[in-house]
């Protein structure tokens, strides 16, 4: 039986924390898998997680847009972890917005059921509207010639 992942988390083995400022520290910082760290590494998480909203699609236009246009002033003043957190947030937006029209409520599983995985088809439609526009500032983000390869130097370099 699949379980949630954050059931056998431990904090001590992340190797995000959230009491290094990485603007000042981005040595510490690594790309990791998907969103990895996104909600933890400041203080690009409040710069960004300020504007990350997906309820409708419009709202979904608006905050991808926002979020972009920080992705590219990151890039722009050569400001790689800043650029890769919002590239996470972009993600994060196409990822949960499909959570929440996969599943009523964003709710994948049932903890009253020893976290069994509850039906899909019971969410929302118009998050998968949201989702659309998230995916789109996704793909863009990681297509930037110059994100991808500070992307590489970066991984290369520290992980």
């Known amino acids: 039986m699949q379980h949630p992942s954050y059931l056998n988390f431990d904090p001590d ?3 995000w924390k959230p009491d290094i400022d990485y603007r000042k520290y981005p040595e510490r910082y690594q790309v990791g898998k998907g969103e990895q760290g996104v909600l933890i590494c400041e203080p690009y998480k409040s710069e960004i997680g300020h504007y990350w909203r997906f309820k ?11 979020i972009f246009n920080l992705f590219n002033k ?13 590239r996470k ?3 994060m937006g196409y990822t949960r917005a499909r959570r929440y029209a996969n ?9 009253q059921r020893d976290y069994a995985l509850l039906e899909r088809g019971t969410g929302n439609p118009e ?11 996704w793909k863009a983000a990681e297509a930037n010639e110059v994100y991808a390869a500070m992307k590489k130097d970066w991984k290369l370099a520290r992980g």
């Open 89 to 91: 947030y972009l993600q």
């Open 56 to 66: 409708t699609k419009a709202i979904a236009e608006e905050s991808s847009e926002r």
């Open 13 to 15: 083995k992340y190797p």
């Open 103 to 111: 599943y009523k409520g964003g709710r994948k599983y049932d903890g």
């Open 74 to 86: 990151y890039l722009a003043s050569g400001d790689f972890v800043g650029a890769d957190m919002a």
């Open 127 to 137: 998050k998968a509207e949201a989702a659309k526009v998230f995916y789109a500032r």
